[in-house]
């Protein structure tokens, strides 16, 4: 972990510096941010807290719940919770879980029917396919991805009071797509839990954070689609192949899937979604990103009225705007590094 000291005068350093968003917020309170490594990507935490309150090990905590979460739901510990359980089927009876898998299959199930299938965290097989293909600098073959949709639907799993239960002969889930976003969510749930409030948690581009302190303008909120203030809590996630992608033969595959043909999307759009709770957020984007088959999209005409969506389509400067937008547009100096 490291700790970096608030500035003073007009010098703003940055709150967060991954390709996806960048954050920053008014000086009012002392500041102090922090750095973590988990999930693939690196976590920052941003404190405002009354001049001479160290928050350090508030942080801790919130960093350890994090690891908490990793160990639970990644796709590339072999030991997790989540490879543990994929192994495990087909079930005779339920298998009992942690609380926090529990969650993060509910909230998939929802994001999933809302979404008519184009979030699919069952995709899993495909998922490590494309992995080793992009390791080789190819595309699958029809056989290959036939082979590794075995298992594939959400209709295979049942969630309830007594556990997981999969009829399915092997299973694989992938939840690349929410887990970071419920780990951010957590991670800034203990930070408040423990009187800290006025926080920011960033995993990689995907934000949420709480009330700005009251001497403070607001949270400043930089995304591909403009800089906004906000001055409640909130959560952003964007969803985008600008950093992950193949290129076979000329042709440009994300490394977002379409659940429909397993080919990774050729013709893609950055998609930025604010909400409430940053799992969603990071969920809504990710389905978002699959086109829908029906205009107007309906995933689009269903915003919960906390949401709001905000899609640029590849290659444009157009950005196309849904939902009841709680940010306002700002104006900001370029952003100038803290001195040490």
Known sequence: ????????????????????????????????????????????????????????????????????????ASDWDRNSEVRVLCRSVPHIEPMKMSDDLRRILSLSQIIYERSSGRFDITLGGWTRLWRRCHKAGRIPSPEELAKASVGQGMHHLQ????????????????????????AVDEALKVMIDQGYPHSLVDGGGDIAFGPPAQSSKGWIIESPSGVFQFDQSGAVATSGDSARYIEVDGVRYSHILDPRTGFGLQSSRTITVYSRS??????????????SQVVPDPLLQQLQAYDSVHIIPHGTNVIERFGEFKGVEVQVEPVLEAPN
């Open 159 to 182: 969630l309830s009071d007594q556990g997981f239960y999969c009829t399915a002969s092997q299973l694989a889930l992938d939840l690349g797509g929410i887990a970071k976003g419920f």
């Open 278 to 291: 940053c799992a969603e957020a990071d969920a809504m984007a990710t389905a978002l990103s699959i086109p």
């Open 1 to 72: 972990m490291k700790s970096s000291q608030p500035s003073s005068g007009s010098v703003r350093p940055p709150v967060a510096d991954s390709p996806i968003g960048k954050v920053s917020a008014p000086i009012a309170v002392e500041r102090s941010e922090y750095w973590h490594p988990a999930m693939g990507t690196r976590f920052k935490i941003v404190v405002l807290t009354p001049v001479g309150k160290s928050a350090e090990d508030s942080v801790e905590s919130a960093f350890a719940r994090i690891d908490e979460i990793e160990k639970v």
